[in-house]
């Protein structure tokens, strides 16, 4: 019992909360000054944006490609992420793994959006009607042109098709009834009224 009395009690580490508390008050008025000389801040990064280019994964498609032990990762088979310098199996993981927080960490973004305010959302609301507006008319005037020539085109075409059956049909008759009077003078000189035709 005397051993136990020359130690604490407690084997757990006691902190000075009085300390801790000072050097967080310190933290956050450095913070609120913009002086950072003696504390560090974490890193700034971007908010969340939408990407401003088309994810490419139709090009390779279909293709073969020969991979040697020096082929470059890049044209490795898969998808490359020259970002996170990785080769992703197939296109469903490629775009879990653009969209995902590693990647955008490693492009400088943290994965929160911004908070969009009421002004800003009638914005975006106008600019797309106007966006909109613009896609009817462009369709209204040049479109539009474009689609009648192509009908008067067809309907040439059409009206080509025809004449040209027309005449076919012309010929074949014409040619069937030259026939049938060769059929019907060979008749005559046999003594036969007809070879079985319909006519009488």
């Not at 992420?81 to 653009?98: E, G, R």
């Not at 973004?109 to 908070?115: L, N, Q």
């Not at 074949?172 to 019907?184: A, G, M």
Request: charged share 45%.
């Amino acid at each position: 019992m005397a051993s136990s009395s020359s130690q604490p009690s407690d084997h757990r580490r006691k902190w000075d909360r009085e300390e801790y508390e000072k050097l967080a008050a310190q933290r956050i008025r450095k913070e609120k000054e913009g002086d950072e000389d003696d504390f560090l801040l974490p890193s700034k990064r971007e908010l969340l944006k939408q990407r401003d280019y088309k994810v490419d994964l139709e090009s390779r498609l279909g293709k073969s490609v020969v991979i040697t032990k020096t082929t470059p990762a890049a044209q490795g088979a898969g998808y490359y992420c020259n970002v996170c310098d990785c080769i992703v199996k197939d296109s469903i993981n490629f775009l879990d793994h653009i969209n995902g927080k590693k990647h955008q960490r490693n492009l400088g973004m943290s994965m929160k959006v911004e908070r969009s305010s009421v002004e800003q959302v009638k914005k975006r609301f106008e600019a797309l009607k106007k966006k909109k507006e613009e896609k009817t008319k462009e369709y209204d005037l040049s479109e539009r042109i474009q689609e009648l020539k192509e009908e008067e085109e067809k309907l040439r075409e059409y009206r080509k098709e025809k004449r040209k059956e027309k005449k076919r049909k012309f010929n074949e008759v014409d040619k069937s009834s030259d026939h049938n009077d060769d059929n019907d003078d060979m008749a005559a000189m046999m003594g036969f009224s007809g070879f079985g035709s319909s006519k009488k």
